[in-house]
């Protein structure tokens, strides 16, 4: 099952008014309407899952998935941004909810990037949250990485740390990572090797693979720069596969990047290949790659 029916006893654990305003909703899907307002009001608070949230998602899932691209493109990004913090508020939620939940994110997964896939160009804006909600979904963290955290507009400012936990601010720029404030200064995007690449594939259900025919022409047609190229040729390893959630950071970020170099623009591919630029604490001058940085407690 998709989705909770709307007379599922579960509804009464929550307030009385939510199925009939998911049906009123349904009548009448926007972005931009008072019910999503008062669906997101039920559901989510300044980065708490509220209770409702696990029963009503599934609800947005169905809806993003029966409406036009332009539509559709905004309800992806948010349910992307709420999901991506869903790990920490599930205790309390009934077994039931959370099965039918976590089906619905994995329909989520396959859905969303078929339409996305399906897109000659998205927008930069649009896609820097398209692309990672596909990994909230996938239950990786980069999601929560990417949409809780490292993208802030309007240039990405972020907190990053050294294993000694000393942060500080910066910006993440189509050039590379420099400290908040800093003039801009042109890195070069390392290159990956994937022989590098190992870890246990286990999505028997991948959703990924569609993005497979555009990152083939992409490589194939020869003039893009050996950096990059890495980590494209990266990506159709990880695209074959599918992505679980022990795939490791650096890689989500070579992932993440090469889908916005096919389908949006080279500057937002390269804020992610970025993610892999060494930074060095201001502190106490330890080096550490910057896709490191979150796990420090941020999660
Ligand atoms: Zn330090």
């Given at each position: 099952m998709l989705?909770?029916?709307?007379?599922?006893k579960f509804?009464?654990?929550?307030?009385?008014?939510?199925?009939?305003?998911?049906?009123?909703?349904?009548?009448?899907i926007?972005t931009?309407?008072?019910?999503?307002?008062?669906?997101?009001?039920?559901?989510?608070?300044?980065?708490?899952?509220?209770?409702?949230?696990?029963a009503?998602i599934?609800?947005?899932i169905?809806f993003a998935?029966?409406?036009?691209?332009?539509?559709?493109?905004?309800?992806?990004?948010?349910i992307?941004?709420?999901?991506?913090r869903?790990e920490?508020?599930?205790?309390?939620?009934?077994?039931?909810?959370?099965?039918i939940f976590?089906?619905?994110?994995?329909y989520?997964?396959?859905k969303?990037a078929?339409?996305?896939?399906?897109?000659?160009?998205?927008d930069s804006?649009?896609?820097l949250?398209?692309?990672?909600?596909l990994?909230?979904?996938?239950?990786?963290?980069?999601?929560?990485?990417?949409l809780?955290?490292y993208?802030?507009e309007?240039?990405?400012?972020?907190?990053?740390?050294?294993?000694?936990?000393?942060?500080?601010?910066?910006?993440?720029?189509?050039?590379g990572?420099?400290?908040?404030g800093?003039?801009?200064?042109?890195?070069?995007?390392?290159?990956?090797?994937?022989?590098?690449?190992e870890y246990p594939f286990?999505?028997?259900?991948?959703g990924?693979?569609?993005?497979?025919?555009?990152?083939?022409?992409?490589i194939?047609?020869g003039?893009?720069?050996?950096n990059i190229?890495?980590?494209?040729?990266?990506?159709?390893?990880?695209?074959?596969?599918?992505?679980t959630p022990?795939?490791p950071?650096?890689?989500?970020?070579?992932?993440?990047?090469?889908?916005l170099?096919c389908?949006?623009?080279?500057?937002?591919a390269?804020?992610?290949?970025?993610?892999?630029?060494?930074?060095?604490?201001?502190t106490?001058?330890?080096?550490y790659?910057?896709?490191e940085?979150?796990?420090?407690?941020h999660?």
């Amino acid at each position: 099952m998709l989705k909770l029916e709307l007379d599922s006893k579960f509804w009464g654990l929550y307030d009385e008014k939510i199925p009939g305003l998911l049906e009123s909703y349904s009548q009448n899907i926007s972005t931009d309407t008072d019910e999503l307002d008062e669906i997101m009001d039920y559901i989510w608070d300044a980065g708490t899952c509220k209770p409702p949230f696990y029963a009503v998602i599934p609800h947005l899932i169905y809806f993003a998935s029966n409406v036009d691209f332009d539509i559709a493109k905004d309800l992806w990004s948010n349910i992307g941004i709420w999901v991506c913090r869903q790990e920490k508020f599930r205790c309390s939620v009934p077994e039931e909810v959370l099965s039918i939940f976590d089906n619905s994110l994995r329909y989520a997964e396959k859905k969303c990037a078929e339409v996305l896939a399906e897109q000659d160009q998205i927008d930069s804006y649009d896609a820097l949250y398209l692309f990672p909600s596909l990994f909230s979904f996938s239950k990786h963290a980069f999601g929560y990485m990417a949409l809780g955290s490292y993208k802030e507009e309007p240039e990405g400012s972020d907190i990053t740390a050294c294993s000694q936990e000393h942060e500080y601010y910066v910006t993440v720029l189509p050039t590379g990572i420099v400290p908040y404030g800093v003039e801009e200064e042109p890195h070069i995007i390392p290159s990956v090797d994937s022989k590098d690449f190992e870890y246990p594939f286990e999505n028997n259900n991948n959703g990924w693979n569609c993005f497979l025919d555009r990152i083939e022409n992409k490589i194939s047609n020869g003039t893009i720069p050996d950096n990059i190229l890495s980590h494209l040729k990266l990506a159709r390893i990880i695209l074959a596969n599918g992505v679980t959630p022990n795939l490791p950071m650096r890689f989500a970020f070579s992932l993440c990047g090469s889908l916005l170099y096919c389908q949006s623009t080279v500057d937002s591919a390269c804020k992610m290949f970025h993610g892999w630029d060494v930074m060095k604490c201001t502190t106490c001058g330890e080096e550490y790659p910057f896709y490191e940085h979150w796990s420090i407690g941020h999660y």
